[in-house]
């Protein structure tokens, strides 16, 4: 095809040529596993070759298929066009160290009169410019992802591949932009993360203090502003984990290996090529990540935003939450403000207008799950009580890195319309026996009835009071006696009798 185009305006202008050539044309990069994937959103810039030097006639954007096109108007002398695709997408520009114009490929040529520029294929097992390809359309999913949260577009944030600086890590740095390693090219989830970093930055969603940090860890120290620190940090890189993981799951991206699962995988592709995978959806993972030690560790706090994000799994009898990602992101981001921690979420989630106890019960039960409120155990749990037994003992895990110290004990009856006792349970104590009164108190109720054990850390400063999961037990009449419906009455006589 050979268009040519008369631009009116453009005939008076004597000594140059007076025809503009519409060009079109696709750029791709190769991903991870080494298949053509569209370059989205990216710049493409077109030159017209000409002896007294090449000029740069039209600059154009790519489609999210990567295709794109539009009209140049050559100066006198040309003799053809070639193209250049720059690192540069909505979401970023991709730079060396110390850059001050981003990275670009020059590629792909066509004669004067336009047409269809053979397509380009980024080989991105090249040099760094041919690499910044793949970093900047994994960060341009995390823009997709940014924008649909936030309802407006993030602004382009700078990128600076690769970093050489001391240490191994990848990094967001509010006055410098994302700072990614050689090795991490093709790891979307490492990347859509360190994007994440930026949009907690400018949507203030955390006040990450930075520092080392390990999945399947507290952070929390003993020293000053140990809690509140080990805290920020975790809340700060779950929330990045979580928003990255997310991102894929939401928003456009490529079929490239370790991408769109709700597996975190540090893929490192150069020697010694590792790969270091830790689940946001289940307890699966490297190393110690089947840990979850409680709101100062990453691992925790990721699990928990993960199940009260997405869908309720047939699997998982702790999920009965699904908020969706956008209204998760649109809570921590609107309704919680200068929110830094775990302990934030959590008390917004049970305090917000038209929260039920079925509901709190429903969110205890994931914070449970990942660690965090108290595991209670013990044979309690189903059992059949008569209402003349001994007063029962109630049986926990402290849980949350084993730092809750205070606990407090709700029963409910079985539908969680009444709590027939909420009680503070004195000292730093793992069981707890009702006294007579509050069994007498409780055994008025006759039939099934669900309890669950909160539990705070009061070290440094108070965190929770984190709700565990509900568990059931049965109050039962004693055999051969009287018929329920009479046993009310029986059991007020009762209790008259003994006051
Ligand atoms: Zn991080």
Known sequence: MNTRVIVAGVLSFAAGQAFADGLSGSVSYTDGGGTARPARRITVQVFAANPAGDTLVGEFRTDDAGAWSGSVLPPPGSFGY???????????????????????????????????????????SGGNAERSFAVADALQTGWLYGSAMRGAAPARVNT?????????????????????RQWRRYAWDVLTHEYSHYLADIDSLDANPGGPHAFGVSNITPGPDGKLNGVRLAWGEALATYNGTAAQAVSAHPASPTTGDTVYTSLNTDTPASTFEVNLDTHAGTGTTGVNAGEGDETSVMRILWDLADGTGGSEPHDRVTLGHTSLYGMINNDIPGIDQ?????????????TTDALRVD????????GVSPHPVGDLIGAALMDSDPAPTFEWLRRNNSDNDAFGLIVFDATFSTRLL??????????????????????????AARFVIRGSDTDQYTTGSYWSDAYGFTIIPVPGAVPLAALATVLCARRRRRS
Not at 342 to 354: A, D, F, S
Not at 363 to 370: K, L, R, S, T, V
Request: charged content about 10%.
């Open 82 to 124: 070639f193209v250049r695709a720059v690192a540069a997408n909505d979401a970023t520009r991709v730079f060396t160290v110390g850059g001050v114009v981003p990275y670009s490929v020059s590629a792909g040529g066509a004669p004067l009169g336009g047409g269809a520029i053979p397509p380009i294929t980024i080989d991105t």
């Open 160 to 180: 600076t591949f690769p970093e050489t600086g001391a240490g191994t890590a990848s990094y967001y740095e509010p006055a410098t932009g994302l700072h990614i």
């Open 342 to 354: 775990l302990n934030g979420l959590w008390n917004h989630l049970i305090t917000r207008p038209g």
């Open 363 to 370: 969110y205890g039960a994931i914070f449970e799950e990942y």
């Open 422 to 447: 909420d009680i503070t349970i004195p000292g730093d104590v793992t069981s707890y026996t009702l006294t007579a009164g509050q069994w007498d108190t409780l055994n008025n109720h006759i039939g």
